[in-house]
C-alpha cells in the first residue's frame, strides 16, 4: 500500500512537470506547481514514515512493464528506502511550501516550474528502484533536472561554469555507477538487485565495486576529492532548490552507497573502513576550512554539506569496520550515528539556505560583507537562522549535537578492534571530527553575526523587510524538527533500528522507553544524554536570568555613549568583517589548505593614497587533480579540432588505416 502511494505521487509530480511546460507563462502556475508538490510530498512523507514506524520488518515490491525488456522496473520499499524517503518528502514538502511564496519573486520561473517536481520524482524513484537499469536510469533523470535548475538563472556570472562543471561531473559519477553495477552483475546479466544479493564477489570484485561506489555516489554526495563542482552549482540554483540539492539530493547519493557497499556487495574487508574513514575525516576538515573562507552566504554554506557528508562517512566506515569484525552492537551504533546525520542534516541545512534565501530575497545580496544588522529588520529569519546554525554547530539541545555525539561514542569503541591500521585511523577521525566540529561553531559565529549582527554596511542591508509568510512557515516547520530531535532523540533512534536490523543484523537497544527520555547507546556506566533535561535547564537558567535583571535592576534612565570597542568612528566600515573574522584560521591553515597570499601596500608617510590589501586563494585540489586534466583535454580538442581541415582524401586515408587496425586486432585476439 504505501509503495502503490509514493509510486502515485511520482506519477502526479511527473504529470505536473508536463503541465508546468504548457502553462509556464500563467502567474497561476508557480501556486499550482508548488501546491501540488506540496500535497504529493505529504501523501508520500506520510506514507514512507507510516511504514517505518508501523510495519519496520516488511517490504513492499512492485514491477513495471517498462525498462529492459527481459527484466522491466522494478521498485522495492524497504526500512532502508523507507527512511530515505522520509528525508526526500519531508524535504520535498517544506521547499514547496517555500516555494509558495518564494516563487512569487523567481526571474525565471518557466526554468524552474517544469523541472522542480520533476526533479523531486527523480530522486523518489532512485530510492525505490530495485534493478540496476531502473536505478541508473533514474539517477540520471534526478541528475538532468537538477542540473536545469542549476542553470535555470544561465545569464548571472558564473553560473554557466558551474551547471558545465557539474554536469561533467555527474556524467562521470554515473559511468562509475554503471561499471558497479555492471561488475555486480557478473557475466550472467542479473541486473535485478536479488540476483545480485544472491551472488558472492570476489575479493578483487569487491575492492573494484567499494571503490567505483566511492567514485559514483561519492561525486554526487560531495565527498573528498570529488566535492569541486558542490560550491559552484549550489549556489547557483534557486535557494529552495540549493537546499533540496545541498539537504536532500547528497543524501540519495549516500543511500546509493549503502545500498550498493551494504546491501548488494556482501560481507565487507576491514580495510573498507579504513579507506571510508579516510576519505571522510578529510572530507570533514577541509569542508570546513573552505567555508570558513567563504564571504558569499550561500557558499559558505555548500562547502558545510561537504563537511557533514564527511562527518556521514565517518559513521559509515566505523560501521564497515566494526562489522567486518562481528562487533554487531558497535557497528549498529556507528550506524545508527551516520543515519541519523543524515537526517539532521537534510533539515538544518535545508533551513539555513531558507534564511540565506530570505535574506537573498530581502537584499539582493549574497556577500556578507554588504550586510548587517539584519536582525532588526529580518527577526524571525534571524531566530530562524540562529537556530539551524547553533544545530550545525553541533551545539546542544539541537540536533546536530546527538548524532555527532552518538559518533564519538561509537569511536570511543575503537580500541576494541584488532588491526592496528584501524587503532591509529579511528582516533585520527574522532580528532578530525573534533577540530571540524570546533570550526563549525567558529564559522557560524561568523556567519550569523556578520550578517545579522553589527550595523548594516550597504543601504539593502538598511531596507531590508521581512521575508513571506510562507517562507517562514518552511522555516519554523525545520526549526520544530531541528528542537525536537535534539530533545526527544530516543524516538529517532528507535526509528532507524529497522534498518541496522536490516542491513547488519543487530540494532540499538530501545531508546524511547528509557526513565526521562535518556539515551544510553553503549551502557549507562559508560555514557548518556539526556536532551530534555539539558532543555529544561538551559530553559530555566535563561528565564531566571532575564527574571532577575528584570526584577532588581535599577529603573533609572541613564543616557551615555554607546562603547565604540576603541574606535571612535561609528561608520559601519570600523566594525568586525567576515574576513577579519576568518583571518586566524586563514593565517594557520591558509599555506597549506588553500596556498593562500596575502599582499599589503602601506603609503610612504605624508602621501594620501589609501592602504591597499590583497589576498588570493587556491583550491589545492582543483590544482592538483583537475587543472591538469582539462589542460590535457584543451590540449587534445585543441589538436582534434584540426580534423575538420582535412581533405578528403585525408578522411578516407584515416578510415582506411583504422578498418586495418580494428582487424589486426582481432586477429591478435583470436
Not at 439 to 457: I, Q, S, W
Not at 548 to 557: C, E, K
Not at 609 to 622: E, G, I, K
Request: aromatic share 12%; charged share 10%; with cysteine.
Amino acid at each position: 500500500m504505501a509503495l502503490t502511494i509514493v509510486l502515485s505521487c511520482v506519477a502526479v509530480l511527473l504529470g505536473t512537470s508536463a503541465l508546468a511546460v504548457a502553462g509556464a507563462r500563467s502567474s497561476l502556475t508557480s501556486f499550482f506547481v508548488y501546491g501540488v508538490a506540496l500535497a504529493a510530498g505529504a501523501c508520500a512523507l506520510g506514507a514512507a514514515g507510516a511504514m517505518l514506524v508501523i510495519a519496520p520488518g516488511s517490504a513492499q515490491t512492485a514491477q513495471l512493464p517498462i525498462g529492459l525488456p527481459w527484466l522491466g522496473a522494478h521498485f522495492r520499499l524497504d526500512a532502508l528506502a523507507a527512511l530515505f524517503l522520509v528525508v526526500i518528502n519531508l524535504g520535498s514538502f517544506t521547499s514547496s511550501l517555500y516555494g509558495l511564496g518564494y516563487g512569487r519573486h523567481e526571474s525565471s520561473p518557466g526554468r524552474v516550474l517544469p523541472f522542480f517536481p520533476a526533479f523531486l520524482a527523480g530522486m523518489n524513484l532512485v530510492v525505490l528502484a530495485d534493478d540496476a537499469f531502473t536505478f541508473l536510469l533514474t539517477w540520471e533523470f534526478m541528475s538532468l533536472t537538477s542540473w536545469a535548475l542549476v542553470m535555470a538563472h544561465h545569464r548571472e556570472r558564473d553560473n554557466a561554469r558551474a551547471g558545465y562543471i557539474y554536469l561533467i561531473m555527474a556524467s562521470f559519477g554515473t559511468l562509475a555507477l554503471l561499471l558497479t553495477f555492471g561488475l555486480l552483475a557478473g557475466p550472467n546479466g542479473g541486473y535485478a538487485f536479488d540476483a545480485i544479493r544472491a551472488t558472492t564477489p570476489s575479493a578483487g570484485l569487491s575492492a573494484a565495486v567499494l571503490t567505483l561506489a566511492l567514485i559514483g555516489a561519492g561525486s554526487k554526495a560531495g565527498l573528498v576529492p570529488l566535492h569541486v563542482w558542490l560550491p559552484l552549482a549550489h549556489p547557483a540554483a534557486p535557494s529552495h532548490v540549493s537546499a533540496l540539492m545541498s539537504g536532500v539530493m547528497t543524501k540519495v547519493a549516500v543511500y546509493g552507497f549503502v545500498r550498493i557497499v551494504f546491501d548488494l556487495l556482501g560481507p565487507p574487508q576491514w580495510w573498507w573502513g579504513a579507506v571510508v574513514l579516510t576519505l571522510g575525516g578529510i572530507s570533514a576538515v577541509l569542508g570546513v576550512l573552505y567555508a570558513l573562507m567563504q564571504h558569499d552566504l550561500k557558499r559558505l554554506l555548500a562547502y558545510h554539506t561537504v563537511e557533514n557528508i564527511g562527518i556521514i562517512f565517518i559513521g559509515l566506515g566505523l560501521a564497515l569496520a566494526f562489522r567486518a569484525n562481528d562487533m554487531r552492537a558497535a557497528a549498529a551504533l556507528a550506524l545508527t550515528a551516520a543515519l541519523f546525520h543524515v537526517f539532521n542534516h537534510s533539515v538544518f541545512k535545508s533551513l539555513l539556505f531558507f534564511g540565506a534565501g530570505a535574506v537573498l530575497g530581502a537584499t539582493g545580496e549574497r556577500d556578507m560583507e554588504h550586510l548587517g544588522g539584519l536582525i532588526h529588520r529580518m527577526p524571525l529569519t534571524a531566530i530562524a537562522f540562529l537556530a539551524g546554525s547553533t544545530a550545525i554547530s553541533a551545539l546542544p539541545p539541537f540536533n546536530g549535537f546527538v548524532s555527532e555525539w552518538l559518533t564519538f561514542q561509537a569511536i570511543l569503541l575503537s580500541p576494541q578492534l584488532p588491526q592496528w591500521l584501524l587503532k591509529f585511523i579511528v582516533p585520527a577521525a574522532g580528532a578530525m571530527l573534533a577540530l571540524s566540529a570546533a570550526l563549525a561553531a567558529g564559522c557560524f559565529v561568523k556567519a550569523f553575526g556578520a550578517t545579522f549582527l553589527g550595523r548594516p554596511r550597504r543601504s539593502v542591508a538598511q531596507n531590508a523587510q521581512e521575508t513571506d509568510a510562507w517562507s517562514l512557515a518552511a522555516m519554523f516547520i525545520l526549526v520544530l524538527l531541528c528542537l525536537v530531535a535534539g530533545i526527544l532523540p530516543g524516538y529517532f533512534i528507535d526509528a532507524l533500528a529497522p534498518v541496522t536490523q536490516l542491513l547488519l543484523d543487530a540494532r540499538l537497544a530501545p531508546q524511547a522507553q528509557l526513565r526521562w527520555l535518556t539515551i544510553v547507546p553503549i551502557a549507562a556506566s559508560r555514557s548518556s544524554y539526556n536532551g530534555l533535561l539539558l532543555f529544561v535547564l538551559v530553559a530555566a537558567a535563561g528565564w531566571l536570568g532575564a527574571y532577575v535583571i528584570h526584577r532588581w535592576a535599577s529603573h533609572a534612565l541613564r543616557r551615555a555613549a554607546a562603547w565604540d570597542c576603541g574606535f571612535p568612528d561609528a561608520r559601519p566600515v570600523t566594525q568586525y568583517t567576515a574576513g577579519s573574522f576568518a583571518q586566524p584560521i586563514r593565517r594557520v591553515f591558509g599555506g597549506f589548505a588553500f596556498r593562500a597570499h596575502e599582499q599589503v601596500y602601506i603609503p610612504p608617510p605624508g602621501q594620501i593614497q589609501p592602504a591597499q590589501f590583497h589576498l588570493s586563494m587556491r583550491d589545492l585540489v582543483w590544482d592538483v587533480l583537475y587543472a591538469p586534466i582539462e589542460g590535457v583535454v584543451n590540449f587534445a580538442a585543441d589538436r582534434l579540432n584540426q580534423v575538420q581541415s582535412w581533405t578528403i582524401r585525408a578522411y578516407l586515408t584515416m578510415v582506411f588505416g583504422s578498418v586495418v587496425l580494428l582487424l589486426m586486432v582481432l586477429a591478435v585476439w583470436h
